[in-house]
């Protein structure tokens, strides 16, 4: 029965480039017929235990005389009865086609001097001997077997190498080198490592396994056999080896053997690179990494494709024309000089960085609300910002904003010929160099006046890196389209505010007795929305929505907003139209939400009572809330043409009252601790009553 060799998974690091790489390995050359018929477990439960008797091993030869030579990888050292000696030796001598296996073993100075030889007899009946030791390189994997071994000064063959020379007739010109041999073979001249051995390749489907026992009982054909290099050994619990051949496997000792007596036949034995070579893709490396690391933003990919052109290449190369140029020893110094390079790179990137942020934080300031640039210039800006900026680019201010005139007036258009067609002016920037080594970079603003040309002025010694110069002028740039953007902006604010006022004048003439009111409403509105936590946007919202709120009246006649007593039901219902007026009036102007809301919702109740949308409870927004119950106090303790002011303890009994039916109970309690009208004496507001982001 033929029995494949099956895998063992091993634990532990994994698994070489070396080995991957001749995973992917078919040789191409000569292929030998082999078989390998080994002791096992079967064996021996049917025999008995090892050694077997040396008749079984005799007729285990005949059995295999189909053969095209038997390689026997159990040494017999030790003598049996006489019989059984000459009975094997015999058999094997009549065959003519044996090789025994030899073993090296250290001598006293722990050299491997001492041989190892079958018993006389046997030794001189065989056809020839080889070695068959093996041995792992540093992480305990087997890929190598040694071509010859050198025994006492003297080259002795190894067993793949015995095998070769009796099949092929040739003889190898063994030249004895440093360190070692020279061995060529036909048109291979093979110097392979420090100990001259050749890696060993090993086929898939791997070659078949055969039990002892069955080949002896006829269960396997004598025909499996013939013309087959059969190699005989021990594959039995505490009489044999396993080898790690790396890629998680385990082989069996004489499998192992037989993998490189067929790696020899194929002529797939790869060649150490020259140290030439080594050297000389390490200095390649190294310079594509240092000059990739100022590539900037792609010098990462660029030297990901590198280390993969350079896998791709030495696995061409090992593929192709058998040459082993391991990729990593040229890696070591290329990411060395990337490592270098990067930091001498992190040197300018901070410089950069340090620009950047200035940059940043210098934007975010001109942001801030209580920036006004009808009071700080662009040119006030720059100089109380540029000793961050000089601190790190090493760049001066010189004139942060100047006409032509001005630059004239400064001796630049002469001395440096700075005008639009030889400096690119128009284009925004020049850069000029002054005969004392000094350099100016001559940036065009944003037109911050009207018809006006503006530019600003820098200078610097020596050299700098593009990247500071660069970024100082982003920086520049940058704040003047900001400022610029500020100054239209407060523009258009302070346009839209006037006409506020003009609204709220017109309200207040139409309606003298409550002149005033809008503007204490949203400034009331505004207190509510501090103490319960609005952001700056949300309370400039509510306050303008407070001025606005009334904005409605304006279609009310004026006799039913000057009538001295109560209004009839008819009148009611007329001045209950104005939020839907203001709310009509204000829509052309897109106004935020907030104060769209307060306008529409300042007469709404929590009980859905109110008007004009009879809104209730959740329906009822935040703004609508607060103007509500400012609306009211700013009402109650204001003097009418239909009532007097009233007091302090009326207004608290009332708010009070109207709490859950008119009013927020948190916003009723919060304006209460506001104006000094609550029970409590501290002016914070207590945490009870305050507005969580639910209640809007």
């Known amino acids: 029965m033929i029995a494949f060799y099956q895998p063992t998974v091993l634990s532990g690091p994994a698994m070489s480039i070396f080995d991957f790489y001749q995973a992917q390995i078919k040789p191409t050359g000569s292929l030998e017929k082999m078989a390998i018929v080994l002791v096992g477990e079967k064996t021996l439960q049917e025999v008995?235990?090892?050694?077997?008797?040396?008749?079984?091993?005799?007729?285990?030869?005949?059995?295999?005389?189909?053969?095209?030579?038997?390689?026997?990888?159990?040494?017999?050292?030790?003598?049996?009865?006489?019989?059984?000696?000459?009975?094997?030796?015999?058999?094997?001598?009549?065959?003519?086609?044996?090789i025994a296996g030899i073993q090296l073993m250290p001598d006293e100075t722990g050299l491997m001097n001492d041989l190892v030889l079958p018993y006389p007899e046997l030794t001189e009946s065989v056809k020839s001997m080889g070695i068959v030791n093996v041995q792992p390189e540093s992480d305990g994997i087997y890929r190598d077997?040694?071509?010859?071994?050198?025994?006492?000064?003297?080259?002795?063959?190894?067993?793949?190498?015995?095998?070769?020379?009796?099949?092929?007739g040739k003889i190898p010109e063994i030249?004895?080198?440093?360190?070692?041999?020279?061995?060529?073979?036909?048109?291979?001249?093979?110097?392979?490592?420090?100990?001259?051995?050749?890696?060993?390749?090993?086929?898939?489907?791997?070659?078949?396994i055969y039990e002892y026992i069955d080949v002896i009982t006829g269960k396997v054909s004598p025909e499996q056999f013939r013309d087959?290099?059969?190699?005989v050994g021990v594959n039995a619990s505490g009489a044999s080896d396993y080898f790690s051949i790396g890629r998680g496997r385990l082989i069996p000792g004489s499998a192992f053997i037989a993998n490189a007596t067929q790696t020899l036949f194929s002529g797939w034995i790869p060649e150490k690179a020259p140290l030439w070579a080594i050297l000389l893709s390490g200095g390649v490396l190294s310079a594509l990494g240092w000059l990739s690391s100022f590539i900037r933003r792609w010098s990462v990919p660029i030297m990901l494709l590198v280390f993969a052109a350079w896998m791709l290449l030495t696995y061409f190369l090992f593929v192709q024309y058998r040459i082993w140029l391991s990729p990593l020893p040229p890696l070591l110094p290329s990411l060395v000089a990337t490592g270098l390079s990067a930091i001498v790179r992190l040197k300018f990137l901070a410089v950069d960085w340090q620009i950047q942020r200035i940059?940043?934080?210098?934007?975010?300031?001109?942001?801030?609300?209580?920036?006004?640039?009808?009071?700080?210039?662009?040119?006030?800006?720059?100089?109380?910002?540029?000793?961050?900026?000089?601190?790190?680019?090493?760049?001066?201010?010189?004139?942060?904003?100047?006409?032509?005139?001005?630059?004239?007036?400064?001796?630049?258009?002469d001395q440096h010929q700075l005008n639009s067609s030889k400096t690119n002016v128009n284009l925004g920037?020049?850069?000029?160099?002054?005969?004392?080594?000094?350099?100016h970079l001559l940036l065009e603003l944003p037109e911050l006046e009207a018809g006006e040309k503006h530019f600003t002025l820098l200078a610097w010694h020596g050299r700098l890196s593009s990247e500071v110069v660069k970024s100082v002028a982003a920086l520049i740039l940058s704040a003047a389209m900001h400022f610029k953007a500020l100054e239209e902006n407060q523009?258009?604010?302070d346009l839209f505010y006037g006409l506020i006022d003009v609204i709220i004048g017109a309200v207040d003439a139409k309606d003298p007795t409550t002149a005033g009111h809008s503007r204490r409403v949203a400034n009331i509105s505004r207190e509510l929305g501090v103490a319960v936590g609005l952001s700056e946007k949300e309370l400039d919202d509510i306050h303008l929505g407070g001025l606005l709120h009334d904005v409605g009246k304006i279609g009310i006649p004026d006799y039913i907003l000057n009538k001295p007593g109560k209004l009839d039901p008819h009148e009611m219902a007329i001045m209950q139209n104005h939020p839907g007026i203001g709310e009509e009036l204000m829509s052309k102007i897109k106004l935020p939400e907030i104060i769209m809301k307060a306008i529409v919702e300042h007469h709404e109740r929590l009980d859905g009572l109110g008007y004009p949308k009879g809104l209730k409870d959740s329906q009822l927004s935040l703004a609508g809330r607060i103007l509500k119950i400012a609306d009211v106090f700013d009402a109650l303790s204001s003097k009418r043409q239909y009532k007097e002011q009233m007091s302090e303890e009326k207004v608290r009994e009332i708010l009070l009252s109207g709490i859950g039916t008119d009013f927020d109970e948190k916003l009723t309690h919060v304006l209460l601790h506001l104006k000094g009208?609550?029970?409590?004496?501290?002016?914070?507001?207590?945490?009870?009553?305050?507005?969580?982001?639910?209640?809007?």
Request: glycine share 4%; charged share 25%.
């Open 48 to 98: 008995g235990a090892w050694p077997l008797p040396r008749r079984l091993h005799a007729q285990l030869l005949a059995k295999l005389n189909l053969s095209r030579i038997i390689v026997l990888d159990i040494i017999f050292p030790e003598h049996t009865t006489p019989e059984d000696d000459a009975f094997l030796a015999a058999v094997a001598k009549e065959s003519d086609k044996v």
């Open 145 to 168: 077997y040694h071509f010859v071994w050198p025994l006492k000064d003297n080259p002795f063959p190894s067993m793949p190498l015995a095998v070769y020379i009796e099949i092929t």
């Open 175 to 208: 030249t004895s080198v440093k360190n070692g041999y020279q061995v060529k073979l036909g048109n291979n001249q093979v110097l392979i490592g420090k100990d001259f051995t050749f890696k060993i390749y090993h086929p898939d489907p791997p070659i078949p």
């Open 228 to 231: 087959a290099i059969t190699f």
């Open 359 to 413: 940059s940043i934080d210098s934007l975010l300031f001109l942001g801030r609300q209580d920036f006004d640039p009808s009071k700080t210039t662009f040119a006030d800006f720059l100089w109380n910002n540029w000793s961050d900026i000089e601190k790190w680019s090493k760049i001066s201010l010189v004139l942060p904003l100047a006409s032509l005139e001005d630059l004239g007036k400064a001796g630049f258009t």
């Open 429 to 439: 920037a020049a850069v000029v160099t002054s005969r004392t080594g000094i350099r």
């Open 491 to 493: 523009a258009r604010k």
């Open 677 to 696: 009208l609550d029970i409590e004496d501290s002016k914070d507001v207590p945490d009870q009553f305050m507005i969580q982001p639910n209640d809007t």
